[in-house]
């Protein structure tokens, strides 16, 4: 994909190879190669990430070297266009089963080509040590199985999915290994159902009226790795979703028996777009509490979503000390910049829009100054200083990318504005499935926050906070509390 020049089709092209790979995969676990088909899932998914990052069309901070940066850029882009120069453009016959010599392309490209990628290789061991976060995005490289159950703790297990035409495979991994499960349905069967829950539980509904499709969902994407033993003594799942899983609350997968528990009321729960990006997260920073954090809570639309006033006011008052409320027209982007150092927490209460044709111009609405728009789009969260433990995402649609409601095809989904604010420096992103209400969306994130401020991690505080919804009758409908969704770890 990366000598694919243009992003609308390296996504074209990355489309029609996840069937491949997941073929490929179902391949190597038919022959009791578990691990290795783990790496196949990894190797493209992988890079759903890295070109979400383009070709240095988005801007980069994150802390690193910003020169460094633009070069590695510059070079990745030299890179793209001298491999389609060395590359043959005339149809050749070939006396072997093998690619184009390259030693027939003009010896000028080849050289140049030679030189950049050098180069990039110099710059990118500098990254490692300047910027080791950034250097492991745009790097390529993927995790072995080994890498990843070595840093899974106690009492966690990463469930990988890879949907194909014909397949879907479940990846369990935990401390002690990995195995991989062929879950007997396809990606049509998964999309339907994924669809189907969505339309029921993005509205009140009633418990109820989803319950069928969402023990059904249960029985394909959980029992197996019950049945096979595989969850016993865990308490925490981190999820990597493929294709339409994205856009699935698996929070609110229910227990196909009597009881119809919610997966939550049994696991904490997060998300993470692969395990390759995972380390990398979790190599960005030490675990920090958020007991005693920093926080800058934004309600720029305050007058047209009277919730969002009262959930930063509410925020304020936890940690009144540590915590920066901008209301209104003072919840600008220049203020926010002006702020965001140091800030530990993150948290926007206001409108968010999902571009369905261009989701690299999703954003979310800041106050606007005369003259200017207040739209905070992806790609220019790309290019926020920011270094924060949390950014909470309360707004609409704020945890969808494309695939799900984009002119953009399914191999392309690894953008979105909960996925910017990770690349951008964040560690973990809380955010939204589908339109909430500001109302009840408002209640919600004052028991968030009060349970952060008690020194609970986000995945525990979050788990809680939609075990207690459940007990309340107000709430108790998947439609208030289900659309919450943790992305970057537990």
Known sequence: AGTVALRERRADWLADK????????????MRGRDSSAFEVSERLRARALLDGLGLGQVAWNAGADSALVRREQELRRAMTELSRDVSPTAPQVLALRGTADPRTAPLVAREALARAESERAD????????????AALVD??????????????????MLEYLLADSSATLFVLRRDGVRALDLGSDRKTVASLVAFARGLLARPSGAE????VLERLYRLLLEPAETAGLLA????????????LHYLPFAALRRPDAEGHYLVERYEIATVPSASVWLALEARAPARSLRDAKVLALAPVAAQLPGTRREVEAIGALAPGRTTVLVG?????????QAMPGTDILHLATYGVLNRRNPLFSHVELAAPAGR???????????????????VLSACQTALGSGL??????????????QAFLAAGAERVLATLWLVDDRATADLMARFHGALVAGKGEAVALAELQREALADGRMMDPYYWAGLSLTGGL
């Open 373 to 391: 728009d207040g739209r905070l789009e992806v790609h220019d969260v790309y290019g926020l200083k920011l270094d924060a433990r949390l950014v």
């Open 18 to 29: 996840w069937d491949v790979h997941a073929r490929l995969a179902q391949l190597e676990r």
């Open 140 to 157: 390529g490289r993927t995790a072995s199985w080994r890498d990843v159950t070595s840093r899974l703790p106690e009492g966690t297990a």
């Open 209 to 212: 009226a989803s319950r069928a």
């Open 405 to 418: 409601r984009a002119d953009v095809p399914a191999g392309d989904e690894w953008v979105g504005l909960s």
């Open 123 to 134: 710059v990118l061991l500098t990254l490692r040590e300047r910027a080791p976060g950034y």
């Open 233 to 244: 003594g865990t308490d925490r799942l981190l999820v990597v979703p493929h294709l339409e």
């Open 329 to 337: 027209a003072q919840a600008t982007r220049r203020a926010l910049e």
